[in-house]
Nanobody
Framework: QVRFVESGGGSVQAGGSLRLSCAAS????????MGWFRQAPGKGREGVAG???????TYADSVEGRFTISLDNIKTILYLQMNSLKPEDTAMYYC?????????????????????WGQGTQVSISS
């Protein structure tokens, strides 16, 4: 059974930084991609960043250059380093995974087809 434990959310002022973590269990070595999504109040869920099990990443335009996704594929821990945070980054952030051999990183930035979701961690940015 696949499970995630997310941590690292919180409240910071605009311009600050946060680092999210998602510890996964139950994923087969290198047979998955993982990603981060977010959902702001009253809005749909948005793919933020995705990464394959070889470390190749893709980002939404809204976070390119400010956020960095990384993966420790030995411990299966997913990270999201968020810098230069803006009030519009305020949302619940979720980690997610798609399982399969050779699954591409862009599968993990699209909501449809996600196999597993984390419970979410809140990020709040004040101006």
């Amino acid at each position: 059974q696949v499970r995630f434990v997310e941590s690292g959310g919180g409240s910071v002022q605009a311009g600050g930084s946060l680092r999210l973590s998602c510890a996964a269990s139950g994923l087969q070595f290198r047979r998955y991609c993982m990603g981060w999504f977010r959902q702001a109040p009253g809005k749909g869920r948005e793919g933020v960043a995705g990464i394959d099990s070889f470390g190749r990443a893709t980002y939404a335009d809204s976070v390119e250059g400010r956020f960095t996704i990384s993966l420790d594929n030995i411990k299966t821990i997913l990270y999201l380093q968020m810098n230069s945070l803006k009030p519009e980054d305020t949302a619940m952030y979720y980690c997610a995974a798609v399982v399969g051999l050779g699954v591409r990183r862009d599968r993990c930035i699209q909501e449809g087809g996600i196999n597993y979701w984390g419970q979410g961690t809140q990020v709040s940015i004040s101006s």
